[in-house]
């Protein structure tokens, strides 16, 4: 089976009634493709040649989403072990391989949370570097035309965050491109499933990307009670202070038009409580786990049960399932959990 290609698809999709249902199709897409890998790239700023005028209300996709599930592949993997890089190999393994997500020729962005620059990742306020030097190894070795990682901080520089975080060197390591997200590359584009925000700022280059892979750190937050998946493309947009307002359904009307082809959920250190920047390791419990699933529903429905919770009980998960943007009932869907 063919991969869609993104652009026709959002063209058909906003041409005509833009459903849940026609999202929820998009989702079940893909083919397996052949492998080579790229030589390595160092960390870039951005470029500023682009017009000052980046309002665009043109259907222009987010990202590819992953969809056909190959044979005996699972619908989300839950792998448990003390090496980062061994158990995100061997959920993507679980899932079909990342071959069903990076194509050859794909431009792959892959999105953590580097959200401050004053704290290791130790302090489970980051995603493990291993966990995304690890993805951005395989995106590589799958074929990628190019693999960059970003994040917007919101305390201190983004360029001291990835420094500190980690993240910089596992990356570089890997062969990819650490990339500091430019004000001029946002576009004001529309959310056509939106019920709160219709509008919004969202960073350019992870609209045109051809897979967005989403690596949140699992932890506690303050308003949100859980930061996963869903609520880490807040580091994509502009402003998301606003989002405050109605978090929880903005998150989920964010999600309704930015689509993670993959979300792997980094939970090797999971923040129990005073998220999202912590600070104290009493509060960071050793958890040894990654979640993955083209679902991003089900894999931070499945994250909040390392709190103790349900899908149901954090709202911007309860949102984005009755939105139709995947499946919070974890009883319905094929979970593999694995030890290494």
Known sequence: MSKVNRRKFITAALGGAFTAATI?????????????????????????????DNSDSSPTPPTQSPAYSPKDAAYL?????????EIVETALVALGGIERFVKPGDDVIIKPNICVSYRSFEYAATTNPEVVGALTSLSLNAGAKRVRVMDYSFGGSSEKAYTASGIEEAVNAAGGEMELMSDIKYRAVDIPQGKDITRWLIYGDILDADVLINVPIAKH????????????????????????????????????????????????????????????????????????????????????????????????????????????????????????
Do not use: C, W
């Open 77 to 85: 993997a839950v792998v448990h072990g003390e090496n980062p890089t």
């Open 221 to 340: 937050h303050s308003l949100a009670r859980l930061t996963l998946g869903m609520k880490n493309l807040l580091g994509i947009v502009k402003k998301p202070n606003r989002f405050h307002s109605n978090l929880a359904q903005r998150i989920a009307d964010l999600n309704s038009r930015v689509y993670s082809t993959l979300t792997v959920v980094d939970a090797v250190r999971i923040l129990k409580d005073h998220g999202p920047t912590g600070g104290n390791l009493d509060d960071v419990e050793i958890a040894n786990t990654v979640i993955a699933s083209h679902d991003i529903v089900a894999a931070d429905s499945y994250a909040a049960t390392l709190f103790g919770l349900t899908g149901n009980d954090v709202p911007a998960i309860r949102s984005g399932a009755q939105m139709g943007l995947g499946n919070m009932d974890l009883s319905s869907i094929k979970v593999e959990k694995i030890d290494v």
């Open 24 to 52: 929820y199709g998009y989702y079940q897409y893909s083919k397996p493709a052949d492998i080579k890998s790229y030589p390595s790239s160092s960390i870039t700023q951005t470029e500023s040649s682009q017009p000052t």
